[in-house]
């Protein structure tokens, strides 16, 4: 674990060396980062207050969560978590990922919707995008997007804002990119939970403060590879429902849970595909021992990061295989590989570090989803984005990463 001292420094290292413009290092922001950062690791962790306020959200998912049961046994009937018509030999097949773990992101997506109408999720944005202007100074455009990314996902936060985007700097453009590889959607949190509750208690807690955590590291990160060439200026921002009533609200939410679900099914196949087929050509390559994996590869290429964190070297293979299988895969199947019959190679402690290090959308498969979506909402600056986006899965690996390390120093 006291490698993870040294690790913080060498992750922003990492980062001011793959930087745009290594002369331009923002060490006030650096410094203030960090700090906000600590500060808020340290009061989701150590405050009683707080801590019972998370298990209050935890026991709100879990309501969620069984009420989603309900309507899978009723749509689905076994293979969405009714009875059984036979016996079931083996636990693995008592659970069919897409009809049992899934759906609750459509239930997730219709309440979201719900609260945003009722103005509880636009309060919880407001306060914290103050937090980050006045800590971190960004613009009220990027500190909005930047704190709704921690609630909402990677296309839905730039739609918040999509008057300011094609006004923003490329500073501006990178940051917003990198809080949506470094955060999760509150629509997928009660699902990752689900799949964690097995191996880490009160999981949906640290899942949100993750995400919480992980935005003010991936604002520092962004500022250190992309450094902003002028101050930012202040905006008004419009946070007005854009729903008719609650009922337009919940049937609209519905409907965008569902593209979301069918969207993480389409990703999971293409992308496991995509590794199956490039498993089969590196296994082709004569090793005289185990055949060569694109995981395994990559695996041993992030151990060394993974050691960074505070996880023992015995384990760091492990661990670094877990983050390959999230850059290359995506992180639901690295949770569910924490998670399953192969988490026991991993000490509880490592385990409450990969659930943090996890904790985020830098993957290939949310690459497609953010240029869709963003090259949709502001084709003026296709070029911008074009360029930038494939640099922020490596500037939101770093930030959950720093995020992973820092609480295994203070949890």
Not at 68 to 88: C, D, E, H, K, S
Not at 162 to 176: D, G, I, N, Q, T
Not at 182 to 197: E, S
Request: with cysteine; hydrophobic share 55%.
């Amino acid at each position: 674990m006291s490698q993870a001292i040294p690790g913080l420094a060498i992750i922003i290292f990492l980062a001011w060396l793959t930087s745009s413009n290594r002369r331009a290092f923002p060490l006030r922001l650096v410094i203030v980062g960090f700090g906000v950062q600590l500060l808020l690791a340290l009061a989701f962790l150590k405050l009683p207050v707080l801590q019972e306020l998370l298990l209050l959200i935890n026991k709100a998912v879990l309501s969620v969560e069984a009420a989603t049961n309900q309507g899978t046994q009723l749509v689905f009937g076994f293979v969405g978590g009714g009875p059984a018509p036979y016996a079931i030999t083996a636990a693995q097949h008592n659970m069919v990922l897409a009809f049992r773990a899934l759906p609750i992101v459509i239930v997730f997506a219709a309440l979201s919707a719900l609260l945003w109408h009722w103005r509880i999720i636009p309060l919880l944005v407001t306060g914290f995008a103050r937090l980050l202007a006045g800590t971190l100074g960004l613009s009220g455009a990027v500190s909005v997007g930047s704190a709704a990314s921690v609630f909402v996902g990677m296309v839905e936060s730039p739609l918040l804002i999509k008057p300011y985007l094609a006004k923003m700097s490329r500073h501006e453009l990178f940051v917003l990119m990198t809080c949506g590889m470094a955060t999760v959607a509150g629509t997928v949190m009660g699902l990752y939970a689900g799949i964690l509750a097995s191996v880490l208690p009160q999981a949906l807690s640290h899942i949100l403060v993750a995400s919480l955590v992980s935005a003010p590291a991936a604002i520092m990160l962004a500022a250190i590879m992309v450094p902003a060439e002028t101050d930012a200026t202040p905006a008004v921002m419009d946070m007005s429902s854009p729903y008719q009533s609650s009922m337009d609200a919940l049937v609209s939410g519905t409907g965008e849970g569902v593209k979301l679900f069918g969207n993480i099914i389409a990703m999971l196949i293409v992308f496991v595909a995509l590794v199956y087929l490039a498993d089969q050509v590196l296994g082709l390559i004569p090793t005289g021992g185990e055949p060569l994996s694109l995981i395994g590869v990559a695996g041993k290429l992030l151990a060394p990061l993974a050691y960074l964190l505070g996880i023992p070297w015995s384990e760091a293979q492990y661990a670094g295989e877990l983050l390959a299988t999230k850059v290359f895969i995506n992180e639901l199947v690295a949770y569910l590989q924490l998670a399953g019959s192969d988490s026991q190679q991993l000490s509880a402690h490592s385990q409450l570090i990969m659930t943090y290090a996890l904790c985020g959308f830098a993957n290939f498969g949310s690459l497609g989803i953010m240029l869709g979506g963003l090259t949709a909402l502001c084709p003026q600056r296709r070029d911008d984005i074009m360029q930038l986006a494939p640099r922020s899965i490596w500037s939101g690996l770093l930030a959950t990463c720093m995020t992973g390390a820092l609480i295994g120093l203070v949890a």
